[in-house]
């Protein structure tokens, strides 16, 4: 089983940036792939970004591309989503998850652990 335990989110301004982070825990860290999602209110969880085990790889919706980065650091168990240049429709509840095939990193139904979630406000 893992555990995951995010933070970094709060109140910001638009154009401003955040770092979230999504500590896991486990030994095997290293051999699955990790996403970020998250939800609005009154909206359903949606694709953030992905990475891959080896962090090789990433991948994004398109509403966050160019201002979103995904990243990981294997031997910290570590997960970040790097968010710069944020609008007020990037406020959401914000997820990661874990993973054990890029094939349909897209795809809610195909992770298996979920954190909490940390909020993230974005004001105008």
């Known amino acids: 089983q893992v555990q995951l335990v995010e933070s970094g989110g709060g109140l910001v301004q638009a154009g401003d940036s955040l770092r979230l982070s999504c500590a896991a825990s486990?030994?095997?860290?290293?051999?699955?792939?990790m996403g970020w999602f998250r939800q609005a209110p009154g909206k359903e969880r949606e694709f953030v970004a992905h990475?891959?085990?080896?962090?090789?790889?990433?991948y994004y919706a398109d509403s966050v591309k160019g201002r979103f980065t995904i990243s990981r650091d294997n031997a910290k168990n570590t997960v970040y989503l790097q968010m710069n240049s944020l609008k007020p429709e990037d406020t959401a509840v914000y997820y990661c998850?874990?993973?054990?095939?890029?094939?349909?990193?897209?795809?809610?139904?195909?992770?298996?652990?979920w954190g909490q979630g940390t909020q993230v406000t974005v004001s105008s």
């Open positions: 998850a874990v993973t054990y095939s890029s094939r349909t990193y897209y795809s809610i139904d195909k992770y298996d652990y």
């Open positions: 990475i891959t085990w080896s962090g090789g790889r990433t």
């Open positions: 486990g030994r095997t860290f290293s051999s699955y792939a």
